[in-house]
Nanobody, 124 residues
Framework: VQLQASGGGLVQAGGSLRLSCAAS????????MGWFRQAPGKEREFVAA???????YYTDSVKGRFTISRDNTKNTVYLQMAGLKLEDTAVYYC???????????????????WGQGTLVTVSS
């Protein structure tokens, strides 16, 4: 499977961005698709995920600001980000899980395919 992430850029604090992750070779609705991010000098961290049944998961710091969604006709997953904060600055990665994970949905090791990353920079 190949994942192509896009949509990153420079935005002022409080602004919005929408990230896209186009998949080929595997349907995005089959198991779990996730978004992770990695800031300079930090470990990659879970941001959001959407499960095969439509259930969504978010890390606490983005709840109420970010929304993950899926368009099965385009085989694409989105991350709509609003109310961006300086601490949201990171490279964002989309990822695809090879099985129906549940309790490990927040662990990077649960995903076997990764996009190339797209940089989001939030300025003051």
């Amino acid at each position: 499977v190949q994942l192509q992430a896009s949509g990153g850029g420079l935005v002022q604090a409080g602004g919005s961005l929408r990230l896209s992750c186009a998949a080929s070779g595997r349907t995005v609705s089959r198991y779990v698709m996730g978004w992770f991010r990695q800031a300079p000098g930090k470990e990659r961290e879970f941001v959001a995920a959407v499960r095969w049944d439509g259930n969504t998961y978010y890390t606490d710091s983005v709840k109420g600001r970010f929304t993950i969604s899926r368009d099965n006709t385009k085989n694409t997953v989105y991350l709509q980000m609003a109310g961006l904060k300086l601490e949201d600055t990171a490279v964002y990665y989309c990822a695809d899980a090879p099985r129906a994970i549940m309790t490990t949905i927040r662990f990077p090791s649960s995903y076997d395919s990764w996009g190339q990353g797209t940089l989001v920079t939030v300025s003051s």
